[in-house]
């Protein structure tokens, strides 16, 4: 929902809708050919209001678009072949936005960080915590949440969850520490997490809906 208690939705392949329950009308906005009046890939993932009333659409064409309701203007923001510095995969998920308005990207190979400024991507490299750890590859992240200052988690389709000093872009891997059966990586399936107003994690798995408290 947006700040004015709207409810976003994506779709597939119709773009991205909103719904208005005091009226009870679904507004949709989907692909126009003119780029800056509507999405150039109509399969919209995901929707998310920043602190400035601007919206992001992540697409599963890899496209990233920036809406401005107040001025109805589209901006999109694409993979840069001629430039392997501002590479974007080619699925995009769960765009965030943490109390420094840093703005974050789930994708098909981690974590992504956008510059709002430059508007260029950056995939961010990760290390693990502890010397010695276990090394894991994120793969495809799904959801991305604020755990406190310089601290995300977030979930993966195939390795749990990840929590991650942005900071120091180190990692610690939560398979199991209390929250899955220790060793059962069939519990690694994480496709969605949703913090509660009390602070609670739920944690969507191929097992089931699973709470995990962060303090």
């Known amino acids: 929902a947006d700040a004015i208690g709207n409810a976003w939705f994506g779709s597939f392949s119709d773009g991205f809708f909103k719904y208005n329950e005091r009226f009870n009308r679904f507004y949709f906005i989907g692909y126009s050919p003119d780029p ?19 919206f992001w659409i992540t697409t ?3 496209v990233l678009t920036r809406y401005d309701p107040g001025s109805g203007v589209f901006t999109h923001y694409q993979d ?9 995969p080619k699925r995009l998920y769960s765009p965030m936005e943490d109390s420094s308005e840093n703005l974050w990207l789930g994708s098909t190979v981690g974590l992504v960080r956008f510059d709002r400024n430059s508007g260029r991507f950056h995939r961010v490299t990760l290390r693990p915590e502890q010397p010695g750890a276990e090394t894991v590859a994120p793969g495809i992240t799904t959801a991305i949440h604020e755990e406190g200052p310089d601290r995300l988690v977030f979930s993966t389709t195939a390795q749990g969850l990840f929590h991650v ?12 520490r209390g929250l899955f059966p220790k060793n059962d990586k069939s519990f690694r399936e994480c496709p969605g997490t949703f913090p509660d107003r009390s602070g609670m994690l739920w944690v969507c798995t191929n097992n089931g809906l699973h709470c995990r408290d962060p303090r």
């Not at 840069?80 to 974007?88: G, R």
């Not at 000093?165 to 199991?176: D, K, V």
């Open 36 to 54: 800056s009046a509507g999405l150039i890939d109509p399969h919209a993932v995901s929707v998310m209001e920043d602190r400035q009333g601007i």
């Open 165 to 176: 000093n942005t900071t120091r872009n180190t990692y610690t891997f939560e398979a199991h």
């Open 60 to 62: 599963w064409g890899g």
């Open 80 to 88: 840069a072949p001629s430039d392997p510095t501002n590479h974007l």
